[in-house]
C-alpha cells in the first residue's frame, strides 16, 4: 500500500475471548471512527487457539472451544469492520492464528481445499498475509526477532520501519542510520487483558512486562512520522 498523508492503526494478539472486551479493544473502536484510518492492520493472533494448541493443558482449565473462539473473533471484528468504514483491513497471521489451518493440516488432511478449513474463509473481508508494506520502507508482519531487545534488533537487521507484536510488550524505539535517515521500530503490546486470569494461566504467573496497547501510525508528505501508542491507563482510560 502507498499512504502520502493518512493513518493507519495497528492492533495484535487480541486473542479475543468469549464474553470479553477489554479496555483496549473499547478504545481501539473509538480511535478507529475519530481517526478513520486509510488501514486498519490486525497483526496477528485475532484467534487464539487454546484447544489445539502444541501445548497441553494446564490443569483443569476451562478453555473456550474452537467453535466459540470463531464466534468471538467474529463477533469483535464485525465491530471492527462496522468502525473502519472503507478502510483496508489487513491481516497478517500470528502463531496463534496458525494453529486453525495447522492442526486441520495434520489430523484431517483430506479436506484439503475445502471451504472453511481456513481461518481466512471465516473473514472473508480481511486480507490475510505474512507481511504487510507500506510505502516500500515500512514492514508491518507479526514477529521477527523476539526477545527484550527484538524492537532493536528488527531496525538493526531490516534497516527499514518494522512494526511487529507478539511479545505483548508495547514499545517504540527510533534508529537514525549513516545516510541521516531515522527509521521507527514498534512493538504494538496486546489488544487482551495483560493481567487477565487467562493470561496468567498461559504465562503460569510468571511476569512477561505485557502491557495492553496498540499503535497509531501516521504519514505526511509519504514520510512516516514518530509512531504513537495507545495504552491502557487503568478499566475506563487509555493514554495516547
Given at each position: 500500500m502507498?499512504?502520502d498523508?493518512?493513518?493507519?492503526?495497528?492492533?495484535?494478539?487480541?486473542?479475543?475471548?468469549?464474553?470479553v472486551k477489554?479496555?483496549?479493544n473499547?478504545?481501539l473502536?473509538?480511535m478507529?471512527?475519530?481517526?478513520?484510518?486509510v488501514?486498519?492492520?490486525?497483526?496477528?493472533?485475532a484467534f487464539?487457539?487454546?484447544?489445539?494448541?502444541?501445548?497441553?493443558?494446564?490443569g483443569?482449565?476451562?478453555?473456550p472451544t474452537?467453535?466459540?473462539?470463531l464466534?468471538?473473533?467474529?463477533?469483535?471484528?464485525?465491530?471492527?469492520?462496522?468502525?473502519?468504514?472503507?478502510?483496508?483491513l489487513?491481516?497478517?497471521?500470528?502463531?496463534?492464528?496458525?494453529?486453525?489451518?495447522?492442526?486441520?493440516?495434520?489430523?484431517a488432511?483430506?479436506y484439503?481445499?475445502?471451504?472453511?478449513?481456513?481461518?481466512?474463509d471465516?473473514?472473508?473481508?480481511?486480507r490475510?498475509?505474512w507481511?504487510f508494506?507500506?510505502?516500500g520502507?515500512?514492514?508491518i508482519?507479526?514477529f521477527?526477532h523476539?526477545?527484550?531487545?527484538?524492537v532493536?534488533n528488527?531496525?538493526?537487521?531490516?534497516?527499514?520501519?518494522?512494526?511487529?507484536s507478539?511479545?505483548?510488550?508495547?514499545e517504540?524505539?527510533?534508529y537514525?542510520n549513516?545516510?541521516?535517515k531515522?527509521?521507527?521500530?514498534?512493538?504494538?503490546?496486546?489488544?487482551?487483558?495483560?493481567f487477565?486470569?487467562?493470561?496468567?494461566?498461559y504465562q503460569q504467573g510468571?511476569?512477561?512486562?505485557h502491557?495492553s496497547?496498540?499503535?497509531v501510525?501516521a504519514?505526511?508528505?509519504?514520510?512516516?512520522?514518530?509512531?504513537e501508542l495507545?495504552q491502557?491507563?487503568?478499566?475506563?482510560t487509555?493514554?495516547?
Amino acid at each position: 500500500m502507498s499512504v502520502d498523508n493518512g493513518s493507519v492503526i495497528v492492533f495484535s494478539d487480541a486473542h479475543f475471548y468469549p464474553g470479553v472486551k477489554t479496555t483496549a479493544n473499547r478504545a481501539l473502536l473509538s480511535m478507529i471512527r475519530n481517526i478513520k484510518p486509510v488501514a486498519v492492520v490486525c497483526n496477528g493472533d485475532a484467534f487464539d487457539g487454546g484447544t489445539i494448541s502444541r501445548y497441553p493443558r494446564i490443569g483443569w482449565d476451562n478453555k473456550p472451544t474452537v467453535a466459540q473462539e470463531l464466534e468471538a473473533v467474529e463477533s469483535a471484528l464485525t465491530e471492527i469492520e462496522e468502525a473502519a468504514g472503507s478502510a483496508a483491513l489487513v491481516w497478517p497471521m500470528g502463531n496463534h492464528d496458525a494453529r486453525y489451518e495447522t492442526y486441520l493440516a495434520a489430523n484431517a488432511p483430506q479436506y484439503e481445499g475445502v471451504a472453511g478449513f481456513t481461518l481466512k474463509d471465516r473473514f472473508p473481508l480481511w486480507r490475510p498475509c505474512w507481511t504487510f508494506w507500506i510505502n516500500g520502507d515500512t514492514c508491518i508482519t507479526h514477529f521477527y526477532h523476539t526477545g527484550m531487545h527484538a524492537v532493536w534488533n528488527n531496525l538493526l537487521k531490516a534497516q527499514c520501519n518494522y512494526v511487529s507484536s507478539h511479545r505483548h510488550s508495547p514499545e517504540v524505539r527510533a534508529y537514525t542510520n549513516a545516510m541521516g535517515k531515522t527509521l521507527y521500530g514498534v512493538d504494538t503490546g496486546c489488544l487482551a487483558d495483560a493481567f487477565s486470569d487467562h493470561n496468567r494461566d498461559y504465562q503460569q504467573g510468571r511476569h512477561g512486562n505485557h502491557r495492553s496497547a496498540f499503535s497509531v501510525l501516521a504519514w505526511e508528505d509519504g514520510k512516516l512520522l514518530m509512531p504513537e501508542l495507545c495504552q491502557k491507563w487503568d478499566e475506563d482510560t487509555v493514554h495516547f
